[in-house]
């Protein structure tokens, strides 16, 4: 019996892998269908729109929907030994039982007796939930709440709210930044996991953000007994797996988010969601694409009309009541703040105070007088030092810069004019941070390395992850007091500081709005720091005009994108939902269009919702993604419209869009007959991002030496694309050559990048070969992984890219952690590295079952450069990933067990 104990659990173990990313994956072809019009009541409101099973032969035997499959050896009767097929039922089952002990086993082990306690209780007063004191919750989870986040009351507008919402209608509510709105989110996420007994789906703006609300709500998680799954980059599973045990929240990225709701729709799950929860509400406005990713994802949820709640967090925008009105939600706002925000303008050394109730605005506050040397004075004019010595070291202080090289330049000016006494305050805290940036790449930018002794830094997209994630701590921490800035922090990373100073009035070129203004200053004063929060805008006395029309003018508005760039979003929205059987006539799409933010701000955008739907049906029918069936064509019947791309193919997203569908398919065609397998260059081709290659423009001379000194056999692979020898001297000369079309050799700039990196060329030499910086550099790497994803799932859809399926897959494997197999566990914890898993297991914590029984001191002294709140996080983590492994062998031993239960187990 422990052999076959052991053997099941293998199998499972075996298959835990089999986790793909679904992405959109469309193909189309070049054949335009003949041009129809739309009368005004047309018959053709009642036709049906589907798949099309006319569509051209290679596309007819798309594989259908993936599914996790576990595998048993079939077992035959041996009656020479009294075996009978019913006693192997028997077996069977005898088996699953004592794998059910064997993790419930472990899963005791590793969490203590408390945890199971808090679980139960919870359980048995969710039963009277109403009647408890805590908003529908038992009071441990107040007590959790004190205990991990040091709350111990809510304000006032928090207790109205979450009252207010008992009903469980939709809820917008806004407020100013750092009014308290995360904490409402994650009550009601909580109720509605522990008492509803309901999945979430918790939507945000950034991967960086999805992952440290999974590192804050992971306490939580293990204490009350649920899951957290991540939906970010190359994370998360389509369809989810389906759990009976335990329920989950999704965390995730917009564009990850909108995947998930097409495979629960696709599978017909979508009753297991209770509640949508959206932050940053006004990214709906963006232009990006992520607006009308996001606008697409809500409408879907309210055309469906499941009865799942929506709630959505945001700043003030100008036009709650649209947003409201198109989510069907109450409106709940306040000009709430926990901590007072003074806000100033500095202009020629005199600091004017914002006050909004005079008619002049600023109010003259007093004369700027820095000790300032006449050198330092040419050095900092507008006295940044001063304003910055006036905080700092105690408290913090962020600095809004308008370029990411004025944000280097401004930290460089920081150690030329601040007190050299800086150096003395923390510093061994600091040496430790400069060790820990150098771990993660065995090299640290000269820049950080002169700033980071005076406390400070700077923060942009050209840091990679690790570099940002160890400032923001080190920020929080008080290792750093001063954080030299874009304005892409205020809206990406949650780091509040003393005071808020914005260098220009600027962001690259333009002159800033005042939504980006409110959030940038937004982060001066959080509750628990101090008394007050600053602001202070540096201008020069031509920009004081603009700056009063700035602080007088209105909020902006937060307007639809769905029909920006030649309707993509609308036409990506009909496409998914016809594909997803949401819609199958011209009339259920005309409604779910009407359920979106764009049909209420059509006549104030001048747009003809109607006659855009209805362009946008004809394009995709032109461009065979869907197809009318003439067969059905007749008085009173329907006429079938159908798409002519796999039903799996839901999630229509930037990554593979319909033009990149059909570049991918022309590059695996021809790869098909000429592809080479004597390393890895081809295939590392084929997973480079099309969109990526058209952002970054090949520079010649650094191509040339790259393709000349390739070995012969990656300089074969370059051939076959059609770069030889000849090709490269033209790109060295400035000239694009002819004979090879200008995405391939793009293309191949970036395969180039992506080999060095795979063969683990240190990150900074990369970049500094290449002359592109370490944040573009990684997030190229992160984004091939998660387009490779994509491309597996592209080519399980079509039979006849079958090999593919198997290259890509262990391809995609390698790419992802790019070490030994022995490391590969250790490498999904946060903070670790090649470097740092290297450590840990030659430490001895070779499994992720060792890491989350680790004592934390002595795993931090056995570690070098790892900080105390660190080694929190690596433990909480590994204990997360390892319940869910269990969770997903108790659901595949249930799965099991209901199919063995619908068998007859004996046979006469």
Not at 565 to 570: D, K, L, M, S, T
Not at 888 to 907: A, I, R, W
Request: proline fraction near 3%.
């Amino acid at each position: 019996m422990a052999d076959k104990n052991k053997n099941f659990f293998q199998i499972i173990m075996n298959n835990l892998n089999l986790v793909n990313d679904l992405n959109e994956t469309c193909i189309t072809d070049d054949i335009m269908l003949e041009d129809f019009q739309w009368n005004e009541t047309s018959w053709m409101d009642d036709t049906i729109i589907s798949q099309s099973k006319s569509f051209d032969s290679k596309f007819n035997n798309s594989i259908g929907n993936f599914t996790q499959s576990i595998s048993i050896n079939k077992m035959t009767c041996d009656n020479d030994e009294g075996t009978t097929f019913g006693q192997n039922k028997l077996n069977q089952i005898e088996i699953m039982e004592n794998d059910e002990l064997v993790v419930q086993n472990l899963e005791f082990s590793l969490f203590d007796g408390k945890s199971q306690e808090l679980v139960e209780e919870q359980s048995s007063q969710n039963d009277i939930n109403e009647n408890t004191s805590f908003y529908g919750l038992s009071k441990n989870v107040e007590l959790l709440i004190k205990q991990t986040k040091n709350i111990t009351n809510l304000y006032d507008w928090q207790d109205e709210c979450l009252k207010a919402v008992d009903n469980r209608k939709n809820l917008i509510y806004a407020l100013p930044t750092s009014g308290g709105k995360t904490l409402v989110a994650e009550i009601l996420m909580l109720k509605q996991i522990l008492c509803h007994k309901k999945n979430v789906i918790f939507v945000l703006p950034y991967v960086a953000i999805v992952q440290e609300k999974i590192q804050t709500l992971s306490p939580f998680a293990i204490q009350l007994g649920f899951l957290l799954e991540e939906y970010a980059g190359s994370k998360g599973q389509y369809p989810p797996i389906k759990r009976r045990r335990k329920n989950t929240i999704f965390i995730c990225t917009i564009e990850k988010a909108s995947g998930l709701l097409n495979s629960l729709i696709e599978t017909d799950r979508l009753d297991e969601i209770g509640l949508v929860v959206v932050d940053e509400l006004h990214s709906l406005g963006e232009n990006s694409g992520r607006g009308a990713t996001l606008e697409g994802f809500l409408a879907k949820i309210i055309f469906i009309d499941k009865s799942i709640q929506i709630i959505g967090m945001s700043a003030t925008i100008g036009n709650l009541n649209e947003i409201a009105e198109f989510l069907k939600a109450d409106l709940y706002t306040k000009n709430f703040r926990p901590v007072e925000l003074e806000e100033y303008v500095m202009c020629n050394d005199q600091l004017w105070q914002v006050d909004l109730k005079t008619d002049d605005i600023l109010r003259l506050k007093k004369r700027v007088a820095q000790s300032y040397s006449e050198t330092v004075s040419e050095l900092d004019p507008d006295k940044i030092g001063g304003l910055v010595m006036e905080v700092v070291p105690k408290q913090n202080c962020l600095i809004f810069c308008a370029s990411r090289k004025n944000c280097e330049n401004v930290s460089l000016l920081m150690t030329k004019v601040l007190c050299r006494s800086l150096m003395e305050y923390n510093k061994a805290e600091k040496l430790k941070l400069l060790s820990n940036l150098k771990d993660e790449d065995q090299h640290i930018c000269p820049i950080l390395l002169q700033t980071i002794k005076y406390g400070v830094a700077y923060h942009h997209s050209g840091l990679t992850n690790d570099e940002r994630r160890l400032l923001e701590e080190a920020f929080k921490d008080n290792v750093i007091s001063v954080i030299c800035c874009t304005s892409t922090l205020a809206a990406g990373v949650n780091l509040p500081a003393r005071r808020v100073i914005l260098r220009s009035p600027y962001v690259g070129s333009e002159f800033i709005n005042l939504s980006r203004y409110k959030q940038m200053i937004g982060r001066a004063g959080r509750a628990g720091m101090a008394e007050k929060g600053e602001s202070i805008l540096i201008c020069k006395q031509s920009d004081i005009p603009k700056v009063r029309e700035l602080l007088k003018s209105k909020i902006e508005d937060c307007v639809s994108s769905l029909s920006s760039e030649e309707n993509r979003g609308i036409n990506n929205l009909i496409l998914s939902s016809v594909m997803l059987s949401l819609v199958k006539t011209r009339t259920q799409i005309h409604d779910l269009v009407n359920t979106s933010l764009l049909k209420i701000q059509a006549s104030q955008l001048n747009i003809d919702i109607k006659k855009i739907t209805d362009d946008a049906i004809k394009n995709l029918i032109k461009i065979k993604a869907l197809q009318v069936d003439n067969k059905l064509m007749k008085a009173n019947m329907t006429i079938g419209i159908q798409s002519q791309l796999p039903a799996e193919s839901t999630d229509v997203d930037r990554s593979i869009d319909l033009k990149t569908a059909y570049l991918i398919y022309e590059d695996l065609t021809v790869a098909q007959k000429h592809l080479m397998l004597c390393n890895d260059l081809h295939i590392l081709f084929l997973v480079t991002p099309y969109h990526l290659a058209d952002q970054l423009i090949p520079i010649g001379l650094i191509y040339y030496e790259a393709i000349m000194n390739l070995p012969p056999q990656s300089m074969d692979v370059a051939r076959l694309l059609g770069i030889n020898e000849v090709a490269v001297i033209k790109l060295r000369e400035g000239v694009t050559p002819k004979n090879v079309p200008e995405r391939i050799f793009r293309k191949f700039y970036l395969t180039l990048v992506l080999s060095e990196l795979r063969q683990n060329r240190p990150l900074h030499e990369v970049a500094d070969k290449y002359q592109v910086n370490r944040g573009r550099i990684q997030n190229l790497l992160s984004t091939t992984t998660s387009f490779a994803h994509s491309m597996i799932k592209f080519c399980q859809e079509l039979p006849e890219f079958w090999a593919f399926t198997d290259l890509f897959t262990s391809f995609h494997k390698k790419l992802i952690y790019n070490c030994s197999a022995e490391l590969e566990p250790l490498m999904e914890l946060p903070a670790v590295k090649i470097a740092r898993a290297k450590q840990m297991y030659n430490a001895g914590y070779k499994t992720l079952q060792l890491i989350a029984s680790a004592d934390p001191k002595e795993l931090k002294s056995k570690i070098n450069h790892l900080s105390r709140k660190t080694v929190d996080q690596i433990i909480v983590a590994a204990k997360l990933l390892i319940i869910s492994k269990m969770e997903n062998l108790k659901e595949e031993v249930d799965e099991m067990l209901v199919g063995l239960s619908s068998e007859t187990c004996f046979h006469d």
